[in-house]
Structure formats: C-alpha cells, structure tokens
C-alpha cells in the first residue's frame, strides 16, 4: 500500500507564501512521476507542477514564477509564493514509480494523498 500524507495548506492573504509537503516514504530511493494537482469548486482538477526521476521539471503556466516543486529523499514539497485569490483550491499530491510522467500535467498518477486546502484571500 502506497501512503501520500499531504500537509502544510492553511488560509493566506493574497501575496503569501506556503509550502506544502507530502510524505512519500516509498518513493525515497525508486523510479518515480510525482507532481502536485489542485482542484477549485467547479472547476476540473489541473495539474499544478510534477517531476520526474532525474529531476526534470514540467509546471503549469498559471504559476510559473511563483511555485516551486522539489523533492528530497522520501518528501515532496510545493512552494508556494505571491499567491492569489485563484490559487484557492484543494491541492493533491500524487506519483507512481514510473520512471517518466508520460502525459506530464496531464499524467494521473496510480497513487494519491488525501489533500490539503489552501485558501487566499483578504
């Protein structure tokens, strides 16, 4: 059984930072396409950022500039800066240990977290 525990989401004004993390302890030493995804009410869920085994890196062109996605070891983390009020969402971690994200933010992974709520506003 593969366990994602996301943390780190909480309510922020617009301009503020977060970082999320996920615990991914089966991932520390193996092939892998994680990435973060996020879903808004009444909105499709959108993959947010992913990375792939070697480090390559794919984000959404919403939030290039402002986020920043990294893994270390057996944690994901998603920083997240200068938010916005379009920024509020569930967010999701996600990955499986393919050794690429084939669709890259289009990927959905095998295995998921339960989520963690970020909200942005005055």
């Known amino acids: 059984q593969v366990h994602l525990v996301e943390s780190g989401g909480g309510s922020v004004q617009p301009g503020g930072s977060l970082r999320l993390s996920c615990a991914a302890s089966?991932?520390?030493?193996?092939?892998?396409?994680m990435g973060w995804f996020r879903q808004a009410p009444g909105k499709e869920r959108e993959g947010v950022a992913v990375?792939?085994?070697?480090?390559s890196i794919t984000y959404a062109d919403s939030i290039k500039g402002r986020f920043t996605i990294s893994k270390d070891n057996a944690t994901l983390f998603l920083q997240m800066n200068d938010l916005k009020p379009d920024d509020t969402a569930m967010y999701y971690c996600?990955?499986?240990?393919?050794?690429?994200?084939?669709?890259?933010?289009?990927?959905?992974?095998?295995?998921w977290g339960q989520g963690t709520q970020v909200t942005v506003s005055d």
């Open positions: 996600a990955g499986d240990f393919r050794h690429r994200c084939p669709s890259g933010l289009s990927t959905i992974p095998h295995h």
């Open positions: 089966q991932f520390k030493y193996s092939t892998y396409c």
């Open positions: 990375i792939e085994t070697g480090g």
